[in-house]
């Protein structure tokens, strides 16, 4: 890997970071809502506190002092102070990660299972009955949305068949294999409904290129030196085709970060995207703006590391 493409990579997106800070900061802060509204309309709250309050936190300051305020807190590692849950942001947003990372951590996994197998081996056996009824269910898997399939797994198995719990809980008691069997079977549906939905269209994505590429001459030029196909096929066809799949796959890990926000929803995972979604009700932008700033940096990031695996994944790649 040429370090001077990582340096430049690296020194381009520090002004992308910084121009994507200034509009989320200024969006954020034209926006209409009071963060201490309902302070306002608390009788039994002072004004005088109320201004005390908008004063220590800089609300009535101009946007670009507030912004650099800002700036140079989140550099100092200070992420803020939330206005609804009266901590930090950084801890609360600890508190989240977590449940964000086990349930869609576990959703990429299973959609990266289902799609890697399925797509190779839908591609080698092109138009076979195989390849059709996995072309019909993928389509079907990304065509209807999360929040569809969720209320039918809900109805299904939690109500019809009360096999499975709809509502997500942090705080379960109990120790030993009960606690780990109730874990387990509260993040079976929303792990299914987010890895089957990830799963389907990177089916397609793994099944479109390795067509691609099995058909290319140094594959055949492989398969007449001897090769046999399981090894033409893993180490030849598979890597090659991987190509375009990463870029897929690593735009799609900062949403493990920043959790689904629509499958929290519907299931009540106390992860970061029902977090996101409570602060822009309640119009908390200290934690609006961290969220979506460390979501920005995450793409950005995972960015990079899939143009550095296309190096490891294909020598004629070069680094300039």
Same mark, same amino acid.
């Given at each position: 890997?040429?370090?001077?493409?990582?340096?430049?990579?690296?020194?381009?997106?520090?002004?992308?970071?910084?121009?994507?800070?200034?509009?989320?900061?200024?969006?954020?802060?034209?926006?209409?809502? &009071?963060?201490?509204?309902?302070?306002?309309?608390?009788?039994?709250?002072?004004?005088?506190?109320?201004?005390?309050?908008?004063?220590? /936190? $800089?609300?009535?300051?101009?946007?670009? @002092?507030?912004?650099?305020?800002?700036?140079?807190?989140?550099?100092?590692? &200070?992420? $803020?102070? @939330?206005?609804?849950?009266?901590?930090?942001?950084?801890?609360?947003?600890?508190?989240?990660?977590?449940?964000?990372?086990?349930?869609?951590?576990?959703?990429?996994?299973?959609?990266?299972?289902?799609?890697?197998?399925?797509?190779?081996?839908?591609?080698?056996?092109?138009?076979?009955?195989?390849?059709?009824?996995?072309?019909?269910?993928?389509?079907?898997?990304?065509?209807?949305?999360?929040? /569809?399939?969720?209320?039918?797994?809900?109805?299904?198995?939690?109500?019809?068949?009360?096999?499975?719990? /709809?509502?997500?809980?942090?705080?379960?008691?109990?120790?030993?294999?009960?606690?780990?069997?109730?874990?387990?079977?509260?993040?079976?549906?929303?792990?299914?409904?987010? $890895?089957?939905?990830?799963?389907?269209?990177?089916?397609?994505?793994?099944?479109?290129?390795?067509?691609?590429?099995?058909?290319?001459?140094?594959?055949?030029?492989?398969?007449?030196?001897?090769?046999?196909?399981?090894?033409t096929i893993l180490k030849h066809v598979v890597r090659n085709a991987l190509i375009p799949v990463v870029t897929l796959i690593a735009l799609q890990i900062p949403g493990?970060?920043?959790?689904?926000?629509?499958?929290?929803?519907i299931f009540r995972v106390p992860g970061i995207g029902s977090l996101l979604i409570t602060s822009i009700l309640a119009n908390d932008t200290p934690v609006i703006m961290?969220?979506?700033?460390?979501?920005?940096?995450?793409?950005?990031?995972?960015?990079?590391?899939?143009?550095?695996?296309? $190096?490891?994944?294909?020598?004629?790649?070069?680094?300039?």
């Amino acid at each position: 890997m040429n370090r001077q493409y990582l340096m430049r990579r690296v020194l381009i997106a520090l002004p992308s970071l910084l121009g994507i800070s200034i509009v989320l900061f200024t969006v954020l802060a034209m926006a209409p809502g &009071d963060p201490f509204e309902e302070l306002a309309t608390n009788p039994n709250i002072p004004p005088e506190v109320r201004l005390a309050l908008r004063a220590k /936190f $800089g609300l009535d300051d101009p946007i670009w @002092s507030r912004y650099l305020h800002w700036l140079f807190a989140m550099l100092h590692g &200070d992420w $803020g102070f @939330s206005f609804v849950s009266r901590i930090d942001v950084g801890t609360l947003i600890l508190q989240r990660l977590p449940t964000t990372l086990w349930v869609l951590g576990l959703a990429q996994i299973l959609g990266l299972a289902v799609a890697l197998p399925v797509g190779i081996y839908a591609a080698i056996r092109p138009y076979s009955l195989f390849d059709q009824i996995s072309t019909t269910f993928a389509f079907i898997g990304f065509s209807l949305p999360t929040f /569809f399939t969720g209320i039918l797994f809900i109805l299904f198995f939690s109500i019809y068949l009360d096999w499975l719990p /709809f509502i997500y809980r942090a705080d379960i008691s109990g120790s030993g294999w009960r606690w780990y069997w109730e874990n387990i079977r509260q993040v079976i549906m929303p792990v299914t409904v987010l $890895g089957l939905a990830q799963g389907a269209a990177m089916t397609r994505y793994m099944r479109s290129a390795v067509l691609e590429v099995i058909r290319l001459d140094y594959i055949n030029t492989a398969r007449a030196k001897g090769l046999s196909e399981k090894v033409t096929i893993l180490k030849h066809v598979v890597r090659n085709a991987l190509i375009p799949v990463v870029t897929l796959i690593a735009l799609q890990i900062p949403g493990i970060f920043t959790g689904a926000v629509i499958t929290e929803q519907i299931f009540r995972v106390p992860g970061i995207g029902s977090l996101l979604i409570t602060s822009i009700l309640a119009n908390d932008t200290p934690v609006i703006m961290a969220i979506t700033f460390v979501f920005s940096c995450l793409v950005v990031l995972f960015n990079l590391v899939a143009d550095l695996l296309y $190096g490891w994944l294909d020598p004629r790649i070069s680094y300039r």
